[in-house]
């Protein structure tokens, strides 16, 4: 018998929903009896699932019955030595990671394009980062990854580096050569720690790229709900290497993970280990049809442009679209919505969509939405691209302007953006999505980065931070005189 069939936490939940059990414990709805009656229709049958740690419910934190068993088919399934589900998303894998392989003062190199939860990882080891530049794609007007060659001049520069971390695929879906950029940090025994967020789904095989765990990458988060049918915030984390100290990583996901963590999301999390443990080549042979029906007909819209990877080589679950008209990728986004169709982000050129992994005779309205778009944009008319394209041009390899323990001993204040340049930032600025920051407390602030500020507030970007942008200003270090 496949192992992989078995759902165990999810059939632990429903033989628990199936005992008419008297409720004397925690959480207060009492197995969704205590509720709004107007709600009841929403939310009544998932609470019925929403336990705790009761007898045969086993306990996230100390694994020994069907949590174990879950998290055990889990790493059967990735052929890793071990892996945990996560309940507080992929930010509270990217913190465990990161703190369980550094130190104060310890030099980590980290991938620039990386999401606020790293940044946030390696503020709390007050460790000392050192920021490797992405190379950028002109045609998708948007960075990737780094080349072995940064690594390669990285390592040389930081010999007693303790790790480093990298994003693979960006939120694009766009790949680089990760093997090769592994095996440079491994040949110095140099942990390579991989925020995979967007690729729980790569080891089903081509036509997806290869997984960081199949390339050698020592721990790895994935954001299951991303692309699996989870529940948001379920995340995995899988241990690949004895470089890592699976004691560690454990004992940090204890501190930083809910001592009560959500039933509903773990059994989401079973659920989507058996669906992906399950997927088939037919079911893979129907995703591609109806992907590629979906972008053919996209591509018959003469104000969008489908892009397509480098080398044809990607994440096919996402489709980006790029403008060939007067409107921005956040003004087509917008359009988009009053249509009914939700995207994921967009930026100033482009606009992603990320698609369902289908399987075979599952209906998705994908034909429904191409229809729409084609309808929405069948007035607009085609224009090139007249805009400057902000390439970055500051350092390939550089640290923080200010320490992250001398951050909290500076004074800021406040000027306008257009006199920025030649500051030191005094504030974390995100655009979100995709949680990316733009600009880092203590980074040194470049023209190129005033300028791609100045872009994102025009064409109308969303922010985390960056608490003056409303009125074009910015929050830098105080000088002293």
Not at 148 to 161: C, F, H, M, Q, T
Not at 178 to 203: C, T, W
Request: proline share 6%.
């Amino acid at each position: 018998m496949n192992k992989q069939t078995r759902i165990p936490l999810y059939e632990a939940l429903v033989h628990y929903n199936s005992t008419n059990l008297i409720s004397f414990h925690v959480p207060g709805h009492k197995s969704g009896a205590i509720l709004n009656q107007q709600y009841q229709n929403t939310f009544q049958e998932l609470l019925r699932i929403d336990a705790t740690e009761l007898s045969g419910l086993d306990d996230l934190h100390s694994p020994e019955g069907v949590i174990k068993e879950a998290e055990e088919l889990l790493a059967a399934l990735y052929q890793v030595k071990e892996s945990f589900f996560l309940v507080n998303g992929s930010t509270v894998g990217n913190l465990a990671m990161i703190l369980s392989i550094c130190e104060k003062d310890d030099v980590v190199l980290v991938q620039r394009n990386c999401h606020k939860s790293v940044l946030n990882a390696l503020k709390l080891a007050k460790a000392r980062p050192v920021f490797l530049e992405p190379d950028f794609n002109p045609e998708w007007k948007t960075v990737t990854g780094v080349s072995k060659e940064i690594v390669e001049r990285a390592i040389s520069l930081y010999p007693n580096a303790k790790g480093i971390v990298l994003t693979y695929p960006n939120y694009y879906g766009m790949v680089y050569d990760l093997k090769s950029v592994i095996d440079i940090a491994h040949r110095q025994n140099i942990p390579v720690l991989v925020d995979e967020a967007h690729g729980p789904h790569f080891i089903i095989g081509e036509p997806f790229p290869a997984t960081a765990i199949q390339l050698g990458a020592d721990i790895i988060v994935h954001s299951a709900h991303k692309t699996l049918p989870a529940m948001t915030m379920g995340s995995y984390l899988h241990i690949n290497s004895d470089r890592v100290n699976s004691n560690k990583v454990r004992e940090y996901l204890q501190m930083l993970q809910s001592s009560s963590p959500s039933y509903v999301i773990m059994a989401s999390l079973d659920l989507a280990r058996n669906y992906l443990a399950t997927y088939q080549q037919n079911d893979l042979d129907y995703l591609q049809r109806e992907i590629s029906n979906f972008k053919k007909e996209l591509s018959n819209i003469p104000s969008i442009k489908v892009l397509e990877y480098p080398n044809s080589h990607g994440d096919t679950l996402k489709v980006t679209i790029q403008s060939r008209s007067k409107l921005s990728g956040f003004e087509l986004q917008k359009r988009f919505e009053e249509k009914g169709i939700y995207t994921e982000l967009a930026d100033p050129y482009n606009v992603l969509l990320i698609l369902p992994l289908l399987k075979e005779n599952h209906h998705y309205p994908l034909g429904e939405a191409s229809r729409k778009i084609k309808e929405l944009l069948e007035e607009i008319p085609y224009r090139p691209a007249e805009e400057e394209v902000l390439v970055s041009t500051g350092e390939i390899i550089s640290e923080l302007a200010i320490p992250y323990e001398e951050l909290s001993k500076v004074e800021s204040e406040v000027i306008p953006i257009s006199q920025a340049a030649g500051q030191v930032c005094a504030e974390t600025i995100i655009p979100y999505p995709p949680g990316i920051p733009l600009l880092l407390t203590g980074e040194l602030i470049t023209e190129e980065k005033v300028k791609q500020l100045a872009q994102l507030i025009d064409t109308g970007a969303r922010f985390q931070g960056g608490s003056f942008l409303d009125g074009n200003q910015i929050n830098i270090v105080r000088t002293s005189d």
